[in-house]
């Protein structure tokens, strides 16, 4: 217990006086997450749009599909990742693998589909409230694409958290593709995952404490988009 | 007072031509025929189910008739579209200023910035909602904002603005400014064609009716006379007030 204590102590002491390793552990941490998330962003935001506004066959199909995909296993997305960079993969002559690069991939790969889920939910009942309108305005549905999104910015900006939310904290993917090499690779979960291993708890206790304070402030920023959307509509 | 059409030719009289929609097997609307020419004001009238909100949508072109055909003298569908607006039941507005939403609509009509600005401020002043341009169109009473929706089509100079059920949702101070806003776009050359089941605001805001009843055109007659003598049994009893199914 006194063990834990002392270690808890270190911990603090490491994230108040910015302990140099763990400011850069946390720094290519946002770094790959936020790029990831970027990304993910770009391709999801359309993709859930045309899901959910679109109308062709095999809609329903694609709507199960994301759906389904929210809940993909990091572990499984870092292996196929691996096996694309890997030097006898089909991307290996990149050279990618146990780059920052290779997790930001891995990672996208992972949110794409929370972001474009989510996004696809929110956009289709916008959709259902504002077709007859827009289409009565002139607007087709490639032109209320646009509109809808900054309708729906607040409840979107909770689907991009959603999924900056996830990459942030997940291991199995970017351990895997980036192998958590000291000054390169090393993100704060791999950290954890290797300082706890080793016995090192002060700097795993530290991440983690860091790691939960990132959580509370996504979520915080989540709830107050959803406040104000809320407030925009009484 | 804006003017309406701007010198396009006219895109009336409608005709719908032997019209139905039917939805899985089910026949919402059966052979209905009508000719809406110029008068200032077509009332569709009928009791609930009767099929009134689904003409004005197939009119208005939000659907497509599984059965005959919804046309317009001269223009083609598109241009034709462009001289129509409508205005639902319950008013949808974008989450943004009160000007924006008017600008959004002249903005996909494609008008340039400066008409767009002293179309706007002329909408919102007849209106009566020029004080309130700044706002957030969402914090406006729900009156307020059916005057907004309204604004925003009459800023469009249509030649015909479609009003399904425009008061239904409002109480009687809020009824009275938007049927007021009504009869200024009316006196400005827009033909209205509205849907409404209130028997008081289709006298006096109508003088042609269109009554339905279970999916059918029943009477197609002036507002005298189909308040004064309705020829079918059914028209008689839903002047008289009594319900109908």
């Known amino acids: 217990m006194a063990d834990l204590l002392e270690a808890f102590r270190t911990a603090l002491r490491l994230i108040l006086e910015l302990d140099a390793e763990l400011v850069e552990i946390v720094g290519l941490s946002l770094r790959v997450s936020l790029s990831a998330v970027f990304l993910a962003t770009l391709v999801g935001l359309p993709l859930g749009a045309v899901a959910g506004m679109l109308r062709f066959p095999g809609r329903r199909v694609v709507t199960v599909l994301l759906n389904s995909l929210l809940g993909l296993p990091p572990v499984v997305v870092g292996l196929v990742v691996y096996l694309l960079l890997s030097r006898s993969g089909p991307l290996g002559a990149l050279g990618l693998l146990f780059t920052p690069a290779a997790m930001v991939f891995a990672q996208f790969l992972l949110i794409t589909p929370i972001v474009a889920a989510l996004s696809r939910q929110v956009l289709e009942e916008l959709w259902q409230e504002y077709e007859d309108q827009l289409r009565s305005l002139g607007a087709g549905v490639w032109r209320a694409i646009p509109t809808l999104l900054f309708e729906g910015r607040y409840l979107l900006l909770t689907a991009i958290l959603a999924g900056f939310g996830r990459a942030i904290a997940e291991v199995g993917a970017v351990i895997i593709v980036g192998g958590n090499i000291a000054h390169v690779t090393r993100v704060m979960t791999t950290a954890i995952a290797l300082e706890t291993s080793r016995g090192d708890l002060p700097l795993a206790l530290g991440l983690g404490l860091l790691l939960i304070a990132l959580s509370i402030a996504v979520n915080a920023a989540a709830y107050l988009a959803q406040a104000v959307t809320r407030s925009a509509h009484a | ?245």
């Not at chain 2, 006219?10 to 209905?32: H, K, Q, T």
């Not at chain 2, 205005?87 to 767009?116: H, I, K, M, W």
């Not at chain 2, 605001?201 to 189909?226: I, K, M, T």
Request: glycine fraction near 12%.
């Open chain 2, 1 to 245: 007072m804006p003017e309406s059409g701007h010198g396009a030719r006219s895109i009336l009289p409608l005709v719908a031509e032997d019209l139905g929609y039917a939805v899985a097997g089910r026949r919402l609307l059966n052979g209905v025929s009508f000719e809406i020419g110029p008068g200032p004001c077509t009332v569709i009238l009928g009791p609930n189910g009767a099929g009134k909100t689904l003409t004005l949508r197939l009119c208005h072109g939000l659907l497509q008739p599984t059965h005959g055909r919804v046309g317009w003298r001269g223009p083609g569908r598109a241009e034709a579209a462009r001289e129509q607006a409508m205005v639902f039941q319950r008013p949808v507005l974008l989450r943004r200023s009160v000007a924006a939403n008017v600008d959004y609509a002249l903005r996909l009509r494609g008008l340039p910035r400066d008409e767009r600005r002293e179309r706007a401020a002329e909408a919102l002043d007849h209106t009566g909602l020029a004080a309130l341009a700044g706002r957030a169109a969402l914090s406006l009473s729900v009156g307020e904002q059916q005057r907004l929706a309204l604004a925003r089509a009459w800023a469009l100079r249509p030649q015909v603005l479609f009003l399904d059920e425009p008061t239904a949702s409002l109480d009687p101070g809020a009824t009275g400014a938007v049927e007021s806003t009504m009869r200024a776009i009316r006196a400005s050359g827009t033909k209205l064609v509205m849907t409404t089941h209130d028997l008081g605001q289709a006298r006096r805001l109508g003088d042609a009716v269109l009554f339905l009843h279970q999916g059918r055109l029943v009477e197609n007659s002036s507002s005298d006379a189909f308040f004064e003598q309705p020829s079918s049994p059914e028209g008689k009893a839903f002047v008289r007030g009594e319900l109908l199914w």
